[in-house]
């Protein structure tokens, strides 16, 4: 064969293999990598972040007569059910209040893990319990995506009026899920959101109301059990939810 006919198909032949290559290229499916989940609301514990919060100030909001959550702190424990020996995340926990009550009812023999993203407020805690001579209260600084928690380590899950402050509703539930004994407890105590009938400041606070919080808890494998009429609240409510028993199966096998 003429040397030129056999550079020539020799071209050919390249010239067919960078077709082929092409083409196989353009055919393998585009992986695409996952998409971080976004805060729902980005900023929104930027205060309490702030190494120079003032926790006094904070006294003054959270413990105080004219909160419904701290003035009906009573019926509020009665509600929850928290017995001797139980042991309980105070997920949200500030001040401490809830934390406090809760180490009574649980004893000795129950535990508080007092849960917030603020490090001055878990310095409160920690310094109040201390002055308190209050063994059984645990603090626990989480993060914006996880509550920290141990797997299997709580009865009773509670958070009041901070649900609305998760900015990564479904991993920090993800991980309350985790830490919950089977037939554990969720309780959620937050802010009705209604137009028309809330206050403007919570319409612009609270990102969305109860039955949308709701559905996201639901979404995480809890299931609803009960709106608990607590007598005196105007602007807040009470859901209580269980671990999901269909949840607990799947992840047992």
């Given at each position: 064969?003429?040397?030129?006919?056999?550079?020539?198909?020799?071209?050919?032949?390249?010239?067919?293999?960078?077709?082929?290559?092409?083409?196989?290229?353009?055919?393998?499916?585009?992986?695409?990598?996952?998409?971080?989940?976004?805060?729902?609301?980005?900023?929104?514990?930027?205060?309490?972040?702030?190494?120079?919060?003032?926790?006094?100030?904070?006294?003054?909001?959270?413990?105080?007569?004219?909160?419904?959550?701290?003035?009906h702190r009573a019926d509020?424990?009665?509600?929850?059910?928290?017995?001797?020996?139980?042991?309980?995340?105070?997920?949200?926990?500030?001040?401490?209040?809830?934390?406090?009550?809760?180490?009574?009812?649980?004893?000795?023999?129950?535990?508080?893990?007092?849960?917030?993203?603020?490090?001055?407020?878990?310095?409160?805690?920690?310094?109040?319990?201390?002055?308190?001579?209050?063994?059984?209260?645990?603090?626990?600084?989480?993060?914006?995506?996880?509550?920290?928690?141990?797997?299997?380590?709580?009865?009773?899950?509670?958070?009041?009026?901070?649900?609305?402050?998760?900015?990564?509703?479904?991993?920090?539930?993800?991980?309350?899920?985790?830490?919950?004994?089977?037939?554990?407890?969720?309780?959620?105590?937050?802010?009705?959101?209604?137009?028309?009938?809330?206050?403007?400041?919570?319409?612009?606070?609270?990102?969305?109301?109860?039955?949308?919080?709701?559905?996201?808890?639901e979404d995480?494998?809890?299931?609803?059990?009960?709106?608990?009429?607590?007598?005196?609240?105007?602007?807040?409510?009470?859901?209580?939810?269980?671990?999901?028993?269909?949840?607990?199966?799947?992840?047992?096998?």
């Open positions: 064969m003429p040397v030129r006919q056999i550079l020539n198909a020799v071209v050919v032949m390249c010239l067919a293999m960078r077709l082929c290559v092409a083409v196989a290229q353009d055919s393998e499916p585009t992986i695409k990598a996952p998409t971080a989940p976004k805060s729902v609301r980005p900023g929104i514990n930027d205060r309490f972040v702030d190494p120079a919060l003032n926790v006094s100030e904070w006294l003054g909001r959270f413990e105080i007569e004219s909160r419904e959550v701290y003035s509020v424990l009665k509600a929850t059910g928290i017995k001797s020996g139980d042991y309980i995340a105070d997920i949200g926990a500030g001040t401490g209040f809830y934390s406090r009550l809760f180490a009574q009812a649980t004893g000795e023999s129950g535990k508080v893990f007092a849960v917030d993203i603020s490090p001055r407020f878990i310095e409160h805690i920690n310094r109040q319990s201390r002055a308190d001579k209050v063994s059984n209260i645990t603090s626990i600084l989480c993060s914006d995506r996880s509550t920290k928690l141990q797997p299997d380590s709580i009865n009773v899950a509670f958070i009041c009026d901070t649900y609305h402050h998760f900015e990564f509703p479904q991993s920090t539930l993800e991980s309350i899920h985790k830490a919950l004994k089977p037939g554990g407890s969720l309780i959620v105590i937050d802010f009705e959101r209604i137009p028309g009938k809330s206050r403007e400041f919570l319409l612009g606070h609270v990102r969305a109301g109860k039955e949308v919080f709701r559905r996201e808890v995480s494998h809890f299931e609803f059990v009960e709106e608990v009429e607590i007598p005196g609240f105007e602007e807040n409510y009470f859901l209580r939810f269980r671990k999901s028993v269909a949840a607990e199966d799947k992840s047992s096998k």
